[in-house]
């Protein structure tokens, strides 16, 4: 139910090649010892592993731009040490080689030409456009660089980012050892950061952030949050660190934002806490999910946020760290899909005498005034009862309670509440994670009526606050207008009017009013299917939610309620033609699992 809370030929354009104009040109004379040198250095450097093999020579390559015709990208991985490639003279710039299928990247070697690069980071990608840092420095000193990394992908990307002189890169060879066919994330690994110690730069604690520590976002609890302090202003940068406990190698990094993301950030990997490398950094961070794909070594894992997407801070639901290695705990085992076909677990068919209370091992009462700004009171049961023709009645009523107080009703003016009504639920009794969830009703007509058929967090029940129980509408119906129903989820990314929903109405603008009709939900771990009458109106996709709205909030136990409500935000109030008494009949609610 709705609720509504608060290089050499570097040189400008058109100059010519003199070299009293440019010191640095090698001259053909001497092009045979820098070869020579060249092949030595090569010699004596490091070389990859003994099983590893130069992959890039001869690839297919791409670079962000050439000098000119003379200096083309494929001249970097001609093996020729005479040739070379040489870029634009400004900042950043790139060459790309395709390995032409996905690598474990073991070692990369570059051999510098005078222009060489003080910044930048080596990259691979699986795709050509999304790129995880595999190695990345702002101190070269450029020369012959042996440069030994763990990485995987089918590119493989020098991004330089700072200029060495005031020409631009030049490389005599970029060259790529490793092995073929790494396919990313292998069956071992593992969830490594979940109840891990986390640290952080700041952390909120307030009313709108009670309690966001770091440890929040690694207890697998999608509904918890950490969040940086508002006490000094949301200031950049900010981070969270987790400690895996000893050093694992990371394939995977999931991100769980909550709207407070980052545009700009890295995640880096540190053995000590102190020193820290980037394996990943991202310019563009759409915030919401991101899954990344990246490799890395270390005991410790960051995020390292240099600019915020809004105007507050850092906030994540959740930061997953994946890989083999580190010092895990189990985290909790998922619960189980329904069956194929499900089968029925709970029912309640109402086929008892008239005048019948429900079902006291079933439901139980929930009796009180109601939130939203309803006006009735919930009674303890004197509103419901079975009519002996299999249906269970809540009953609205205009019927005042002495000493009770609501909102002001338009009709009477009074601020004693004037109507009454049923709520019943099956806490503390039934809930379940997951199942075909469905009961068969007939609504009432009449401005300020509410009817619903949905679901609360079991979590609710032992002092967790709504919307952080999460929140599950398989039927709303406004009696002012009953020819549309709703199906709405709440959590804390996405509640009250702003819950995550559709609206729906019968073949042919047919008035739900006037008879019974069948409310399905189909609930898994995958996503929630409505259905109304056995044709599905609105589908949630988990995926798409969690990369567009927020957490998916619901692989936990959740009981089931039925009420009929009357006024309230979303509604609104009855007026001198709303009928009472008015009821909402129930033929059957039943759950498959």
């Known amino acids: 139910m709705q609720q509504h809370s608060p290089p050499p030929a570097h040189r400008p354009p058109g100059s010519a090649l003199h070299p009293s104009r440019r010191p640095r040109r090698i001259q053909a004379a001497t092009l045979l010892a820098v070869a020579i040198s060249f092949v030595a250095a090569l010699l004596v450097s490091p070389s990859a592993n003994a099983a590893d093999s ?68 080596l990259q691979t990608s699986a795709d050509g456009n999304n790129w995880s840092s595999i190695y990345s420095t702002t101190t070269s000193t450029g020369g012959n660089q042996t440069l030994n990394v763990t990485g995987s992908g089918r590119y493989v990307r020098l991004l330089g980012t700072q200029r060495a002189t005031q020409w631009g890169y030049s490389l005599w060879e970029f060259k790529v050892f490793g092995t073929t066919g790494g396919t ?145 705990n189990t985290p909790p085992t998922p619960p189980a899909d329904p069956a194929n076909p499900p089968r029925l677990i709970w029912s309640d068919e109402f086929n008892t005498a008239a005048g019948a209370k429900p079902d006291a091992n079933k439901w139980r009462a929930d009796p009180g005034n109601g939130q939203n700004g309803e006006l009735q009171v919930y009674t303890n049961n004197n509103n419901i009862q079975t009519d002996g023709q299999g249906n269970l009645v809540l009953e609205a009523r205009r019927e005042v309670t002495p000493g009770s107080a609501c909102p002001i009703d338009p009709v009477s003016g009074s601020g004693t509440c004037q109507y009454t009504s049923a709520r019943i639920n099956t806490g503390t009794k039934f809930d379940t994670t997951y199942g075909k969830i469905e009961a068969r009703i007939k609504v009432p007509k009449g401005n300020g009526f509410w009817p619903a058929f949905w679901m609360m967090g079991s979590d609710f029940l032992t002092g967790r606050p709504w919307p952080y129980n999460g929140e599950i509408d398989i039927m709303e119906i406004l009696g002012r207008e009953t020819t549309k129903g709703y199906s709405t989820l709440h959590a804390p990314a996405y509640n009250g009017a702003g819950g995550y929903g559709g609206s729906y109405g019968l073949p042919g603008g047919a008035d739900f009013a006037n008879d019974f009709h069948t409310w399905t939900m189909l609930w898994n771990s995958t996503g929630i299917t409505y259905q109304v009458d056995g044709t599905t109106v609105f589908t949630v996709d988990k995926a798409q939610l969690e990369a567009t709205r927020g957490p998916w909030i619901y692989d936990h136990p959740f009981y089931l309620i039925l009420n009929l409500a009357v006024g ?3 509604p609104g109030p009855p007026n001198s033609a709303t009928p009472f008494p008015s009821r909402m009949l129930v033929d059957y609610v039943r759950v498959y699992r």
């Open 54 to 121: 130069l992959l890039s020579q001869g690839k297919p390559v791409t670079a962000s731009s050439a000098e000119n015709v003379a200096f083309p990208a494929t001249s970097a991985v001609d093996g020729d040490p005479g040739t070379r490639w040489s870029s634009a003279f400004t900042d950043p710039q790139w060459i790309r080689i395709d390995l032409g299928q996905t690598a474990t990247v073991s070692q990369i070697q570059l051999s510098w030409e005078a222009a060489y690069a003080t910044a930048f980071q």
């Open 568 to 570: 309230g935000d979303f």
């Open 184 to 328: 990313g994330p292998g069956p071992t690994s593992k969830l490594l950061s979940y109840n891990k110690p986390g640290f952080a730069s700041t952390q909120q604690s307030d009313g709108n952030c009670f309690e966001c520590t770091p440890a929040r976002a690694f207890d697998l609890d999608p509904a918890s949050r950490w969040a940086t302090a508002t006490d000094v202003g949301w200031v950049d940068p900010g981070w969270i660190y987790v400690d895996l406990g000893a050093t694992a190698q990371i394939d995977k990094v999931i991100l769980q934002w909550d709207p407070a993301s980052a545009k700009s950030y890295q995640i880096q990997v540190s053995n000590d806490a102190n020193n820290w490398s980037p394996i990943y950094t991202s310019t563009t961070g759409p915030g919401f999910k991101e899954t990344l794909n990246i490799t890395g070594s270390g005991r410790y894992v960051r995020m390292y946020g240099t600019q915020r997407n809004t105007p507050y801070g850092y906030s994540l639901w959740e930061f997953q760290v994946y890989g083999t290695g580190g010092a895990p």
